[in-house]
């Protein structure tokens, strides 16, 4: 069984899959989950910028939060109850939350430490005849764009590289990212290594101008927050059940779900990294894919979530291999081989999955700041 698992993840690696990145990576750096960021915001969260009905909305989701209920949950429960006022302050304190975590990462990676393996991953990609990587993430931070940049990748993010950014369309990004050169009577076009990341969920970067359009501006930091409202810098993030509010009609969102599903539409292989399969929003996107028994499939989670295990009990995935912790071991779930228990600790991690398609790596792993 052991070579059967070692196998399949050799040849999904070589087919540059599109990753599907779920906050359980960013977790595992030190990134707040959703109980920390709970928490954050019922410590946080300003009620004397909110109106008497207001102020009552979010006492009830509070209180909800405090006897243990998920945060996503209770923000999708309460509806069209949240006032846009409510969800500004929300988005805000989950900003600061995020924000705050990142920052301390990011003096991490720039010392060569991989807190989440994309490092390695991306150092890994760059020699090689891979020019391009898809990734889809929900996470508002930068871990992934931070170590693609590290490892020498341009990005593309829907928005144009520098330090202010409009949004970019992808015949702008293809002229930006292939040149011609001419080799004796011969013109060939050379397309520079980058990575296409696409953050349905918006990112810390990206902040809405008093015109309404959306701008990529990534020296923000939390240390300006009592100017964003001065200027009129508003966080552009959609965060956990308040998905109805996405403006997907607008720049760059309407763009990068486009060219998210044409990366998806064109794919060989996936990988899920601490993914849940429980955004409805990006997941109609992929579903036909998961039956596709063309594709292979990496799932790779601390804990599979109810949804992903009922996806897999009913047949709605095939061809994958799914990773989750048993205790100090490793549990591997496959229709391709019979689940098994692999007494070694650590699999449903990127960086040992890396380990085992790669071999033992000894470039830092370990965040050092946290």
């Given amino acids: 069984m052991r070579n059967k698992y070692s196998d399949f993840i050799d040849q999904t690696f070589k087919l540059n899959p599109v990753l599907i990145v779920g906050s359980g990576i960013s977790a595992g750096a030190g990134i707040s989950g959703m109980g920390k960021l709970a ?3 019922s410590a946080n969260v300003q009620v004397d910028k909110l109106n008497e009905n207001e102020r009552t909305i979010w006492f009830e989701i509070k209180s909800k939060l405090a006897i243990g209920l998920g ?5 999708q429960n309460s509806g069209e109850a949240v006032s846009n006022k409510l969800l500004q302050e929300i988005i805000l304190h989950t900003w600061c939350c995020i924000s705050t975590d990142e920052q301390k990462l990011l003096l991490d990676i720039s010392t060569n430490a991989d807190p989440t393996g994309f490092v390695r991953y991306f150092l890994k990609y760059i020699t090689s005849n891979t020019k391009v990587i898809h990734i889809i993430t929900t996470n ?14 341009r990005i593309w993010d829907g928005f144009n590289e520098g330090s202010i950014g409009s949004p970019l369309s992808i015949d702008k990004l293809n002229e930006q990212m292939i040149r011609t050169v001419k ?3 011969n013109l060939n076009n050379i397309t ?10 918006g990112s810390l970067s990206w902040f809405k101008i008093p015109n309404g359009d959306v701008m990529k501006v990534p020296g923000v930091g939390t240390h300006l927050i009592p100017l964003l409202e001065q200027v ?4 552009t993030i959609v965060t956990p059940g308040t998905g109805k509010y996405l403006e997907t009609h607008m720049e760059p969102y309407y763009t990068i779900l ?10 060989n292989a996936l990988m899920f990294l601490g993914f849940g399969f429980n955004d409805l929003h990006i997941q109609g996107s992929f579903e036909p894919l998961l039956r596709n028994d063309s594709i292979p499939k990496i799932i790779l989670a601390m804990e599979l979530s109810t949804t992903a295990k009922a996806l897999i009990e009913k047949g709605a ?5 799914a990773v989750q912790k048993v205790g100090d071991y490793s549990e591997i779930i496959s229709d391709k081989f019979e689940p098994f228990i692999l007494q070694e600790p650590n699999h449903w991690m990127f960086t040992e999955l890396l380990n085992q398609a790669w071999g033992a790596e000894s470039y830092a792993a370990t965040p050092r700041s946290i």
């Fill in 140 to 153: 508002y931070d930068h871990l992934i764009e931070w170590s693609s940049s590290k490892a020498g990748w």
């Fill in 192 to 201: 520079h290594p980058h990575l296409r990341i696409y953050k349905p969920h």
């Fill in 39 to 41: 928490s954050y915001l």
């Fill in 232 to 235: 009129r810098l508003t966080p």
């Fill in 317 to 321: 995935i095939k061809n994958f291999v």
């Fill in 71 to 75: 945060l996503e949950e209770v923000l």
């Fill in 183 to 185: 080799t004796g009577k």
């Fill in 258 to 267: 486009s060219e998210m599903k044409q990366a998806l539409s064109g794919c």
